[in-house]
């Protein structure tokens, strides 16, 4: 099997990121799940529709490296775009995805895992990194 871990520093940042991103995902999908015991009666019946609706023209602002990103998806980028987008949307809506506030108002945070946040895993590897020079 070949050795996929990133080699360059900056596909190395990209990575950290996105272990950072998943992390933060992971906990907003697992934890009002795991909290509440259930997966929310909505979630049912946002899968059971299989219907795309109405299309609607918009100016929107996205970051540059997410527009770059998709972009080099090729073409049918802004349906990739509007997919994810969609995903988020029917995770609010199904209550797996809450806003930090509404958490914070339900659950102590002395028994809940902290959310991760971007930044973490460079953070972590630094003092990794300063545990090793400090023992030599």
Known sequence: MPDRRPKTHAKKMQFNYLVDRMKQLEWEIHHPIAMDWAIPREWHEIAARTRKSEKMRITL??????V????SLGAGYQVKMDDVLAS????KL?????????????????ETRPRTHIGAMDEMLAELRQMERDAK
Do not use: C, P, T
């Open 88 to 91: 988020f949307m029917h995770a």
């Open 94 to 110: 199904a209550g797996i995805l809450r806003e930090e506030g509404d958490i914070d108002a339900y659950f102590n945070d002395s």
């Open 61 to 66: 602002r996205v970051e540059k490296d997410v």
């Open 68 to 71: 770059r990103f998709f972009k």
